[in-house]
């Protein structure tokens, strides 16, 4: 299973925001939206970083409340992982465990066509394992 095949079940959309964007911008982002991190991106939409929900709680927990003057660009991860649409599932898994995130982009020709999350990487395998465990259900109850 790939990364393309997660993306059909989930939809391509990513949240972005530009740069100038500000840490009480990006939480309320985070939380309307119930997701763990946006996109930076320029004004042509190519990824320029990541700010994940655990960036926002660092700033917060090192500044207290000087943090909130903070933009995406003081608080994103700039050398961004990114995986491909045929990337399988198990080794976008081993990235992240790897890497100690829980977001990857998805680029395809230099593009941002998605983005995946941990979470949306273990529901595709246990819809996988389900499934699996019905066509073996029903090749016994032959």
Known sequence: MTIATVLQA????VICVAAFTTLPDIAEIIASRR???VVVTDPDRNLVGIVSERDVVKAIAAEGAAALKRTAEDLMTRDVVTVAPDTGVDRAMEMMDAGYFRHLPVMQDGALVGIVSIRDLVKHRVLQQQREMERLRAGLAR
């Open 10 to 13: 989930k939809g391509p959309d």
């Open 35 to 37: 997701i763990g991190a």
